[in-house]
């Protein structure tokens, strides 16, 4: 079992920058690709970014590339979502996930994370 727990969301407004954190408890951290998915009222859970056990290897989905960047430190169970440039689209509940993969994979599907938090909240005025 892995436990995760996402903090750093918010009210922004377009243009500007929120930084969400994930804590993970549980069975050793660098077992797992670690991820971001977000979803918008009305939508499907959708991948934001992911990275991979080793923290070498990052997906960024098309959205998001060029304003989100995705880390992780292994040293203290943490996986990190900055996100800048905000837009209204990108307001949503964002959860993080860990999955279970090979080294150097990162998770590109919804399907392929074992474990979820519980979400924080993000709200992008114009």
């Known amino acids: 079992q892995v436990q995760l727990v996402e903090s750093g969301g918010g009210l922004v407004q377009a243009g500007g920058s929120l930084r969400l954190s994930c804590a993970a408890s549980?069975?050793?951290?660098?077992?797992?690709?670690m991820g971001w998915l977000r979803q918008a009222p009305g939508k499907e859970r959708e991948p934001v970014a992911s990275?991979?056990?080793?923290?070498?290897?990052?997906f960024h989905a098309n959205s998001v590339k060029g304003r989100f960047t995705i880390s992780r430190d292994n040293a203290k169970n943490m996986v990190y979502l900055q996100m800048n440039n905000l837009k209204p689209d990108d307001t949503a509940v964002y959860s993080c996930?860990?999955?279970?993969?090979?080294?150097?994979?990162?998770?590109?599907?919804?399907?392929?994370?074992?474990?979820w938090g519980q979400g924080t909240q993000v709200t992008v005025s114009s």
């Open positions: 996930a860990a999955g279970t993969a090979e080294p150097w994979r990162t998770p590109t599907t919804r399907d392929e994370y074992d474990y």
């Open positions: 990275i991979s056990r080793n923290g070498f290897v990052t």
């Open positions: 549980g069975r050793s951290f660098t077992n797992y690709a």
